[in-house]
């Protein structure tokens, strides 16, 4: 199903309007699986097993039997939200504070606001969640693009052992943006990857994966983005070395990109982000930056929870598989 063609959804009928209609919508767990449901399958239950699409048996609201009887499952079965033991209430309270605050929140502050009994239940909910702010399927950039890379400061803090106390190093990460430039001022959408270097090899793919052929790029003087011409793109450059405008004058977009990105690194999140989830933080951060205009944080929940219940399950081993450490405190 394309998510992107449900009509444009409203304040007070398709999302709460403000932290009271929330508390009357999500009284109960029957309330927030119901709209779970509403978001999943916005034109009735299809069953994921034989793809029949009949209303479902219901054994409790979030217990659905498929009309052939061959599956039975939850809601949330199959979503970021697959096997949680925490209540679909607490989830939802969870969606509302990151998508109102606009700067988002980090694990420690998500875990007191929501009275959770464990730190890394809250870190593994703003994992799932930076999980779901990516939209499968998503456009590309396109019009006049600007890419660069950068380098953002990180900590990766590694627990206290038995011999040594806590150890922190700071690490620099190299990380490609690429910013849709609007005429004649302001940007429009971002694109943010980690890269291991500056290569043609690892800015290329970036840009070939998250710019439209056709558009027109502009770039650093780098060797690297040699090749842009000859995919299909018009490519502008402009060779910093000696030039007379400054690179906030010259490349004003990813500039300024880098600038609000390193700052909310070292805001929200302290800078203390191990290198290898570093991408799903740029993930939080491309959803708020691209929706940064709107005009209600409660679409943003209602964004949120929508793509929630596309995205394939996401577990804590998931998450740390590629990183042996526990969540560290912030
Ligand atoms: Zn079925």
């Known amino acids: 199903m394309d998510i992107q063609h449900i009509a444009s959804p409203e304040a007070g009928k398709d999302y709460p309007s403000n932290w009271n209609d929330f508390l009357d919508w999500f009284s109960s767990e029957d309330a927030c699986s119901a709209y779970l449901e509403r978001l999943r399958w916005p034109n009735g239950f299809v069953c994921r097993n034989c793809g029949v699409a009949d209303e479902p ?14 599956y039975q499952g939850t809601v949330i079965a199959g979503t970021i939200f697959d096997k949680t033991r925490t209540p679909l209430r607490v989830w939802l309270a969870g969606a509302w504070y990151v998508t109102n605050q606009k700067q988002g929140v980090n694990a420690l502050g998500l875990q007191r606001v929501l009275g959770l009994g464990s730190y890394q239940t809250a870190w593994t909910m ?13 456009e590309r950039l396109k019009g006049l693009v600007e890419v660069d890379e950068t380098y953002v400061a990180i900590t990766d803090r590694q627990a206290p052992t038995t011999t040594k106390k806590r150890k922190s190093n700071t690490d620099k990460v ?4 690429a910013v849709e430039m609007i005429e ?13 270097d500056d290569s043609a090899a ?26 842009l011409k000859e995919l299909g793109y018009d490519h502008q450059r402009t060779v910093m070395l000696g030039a007379e405008q400054p690179a906030h004058v010259s490349m004003a977009g990813v500039h300024r990109v880098a600038a609000l990105l390193q700052r909310w690194m070292l805001g929200t999140h302290h800078g203390a982000v191990q290198p290898t989830h570093l991408d799903a933080y740029l993930n939080e951060f491309v959803f708020r930056f691209n929706r940064r205009t709107s005009s209600s944080r409660g679409l943003l929940f209602y964004r949120l929870l929508q793509q929630a219940m596309q995205t394939a399950p996401y577990t804590y081993s998931d998450i740390i598989e590629s990183s042996p450490k526990l969540p560290d405190k912030v």
Request: proline content about 7%; some cysteine; overall charge positive.
């Open 57 to 70: 048996y219901r054994s409790s609201r979030s217990r659905l039997m498929c009309r052939s009887w061959a």
């Open 184 to 196: 004649p001022k302001g940007f429009g959408r971002i694109r943010l990857q980690r890269i291991p």
């Open 174 to 177: 190299l990380v490609a943006i």
């Open 126 to 138: 703003l994992h799932r969640f930076r999980q779901a702010m990516v939209r499968p399927g998503r």
């Open 202 to 227: 690892s800015v290329i793919p970036f840009i070939q994966n998250c710019v439209e052929p056709d558009s027109v790029l502009h770039t650093d003087g780098s060797a690297a983005y040699r090749t």
